[in-house]
């Protein structure tokens, strides 16, 4: 067989082990944080919320591009989040065409009380580890969501740039880290 890395570099494997680990639990995470909280937000609801949270109103486009996705499953996942009320949808002034979707209220809502039982629950699970290893595990795992994210929109999707990327953040959190 021919592998594309050192055969004997157990330290990747552990790492697409874990990751493999890692994809199966996060939906049970998520479940069970809903079942304690009562916050039910699916996956993708709670990433677009908290993109529109970080960065406010935003075209479809940009959502699109954000998370690798077409602009039909996009412009699907948006109605349904502003048939829940958790989003709005108002004209671009900069175009007339295009429409922005903003967080709405109740969506604010909903999203920062996810927010808060996921970070809490989170917490508990982490509280042992020493407050360097939760920054550098962070830093970590912003930097190989970033590396994605690059991966698929430099195979999928064209560029657009009127959004920091995925990981952004972790970045910035980073480069904060290692300058002071």
Request: glycine share 6%.
């Amino acid at each position: 067989m021919n592998y594309d890395y050192e055969l004997d570099d157990q330290a990747l494997e552990k790492i697409e082990y874990e990751l493999s680990v890692l994809g199966r639990r996060a939906e049970r995470f998520r479940m069970a944080i809903a079942d304690e909280s009562g916050t039910v937000l699916d996956r993708s609801a709670y990433l677009l919320l908290g993109h529109l949270h970080d960065h406010g109103p935003v075209r479809l486009t940009t959502l699109g591009t954000m998370f690798a996705l077409d602009i039909s499953t996009v412009s699907r996942q948006v109605a349904a989040l502003a048939t829940a009320g958790l989003v709005e949808r108002a004209t671009d002034p900069t175009d007339r065409r295009a429409s922005l979707v903003t967080l709405s209220s109740h969506g604010r809502d909903r999203y920062l009380a996810t927010r808060s039982a996921r970070v809490t629950t989170l917490s508990n699970l982490v509280d042992s580890w020493a407050r360097d290893e939760r920054r550098s595990f962070g830093i970590l795992l912003g930097r190989l969501n970033t590396a994605i994210a690059q991966r698929d929109h430099a195979r999928l999707l064209p560029p657009h740039a009127t959004c920091p990327a995925p990981g952004a953040y972790a970045v910035a959190v980073e480069q904060d880290l290692s300058s002071g």
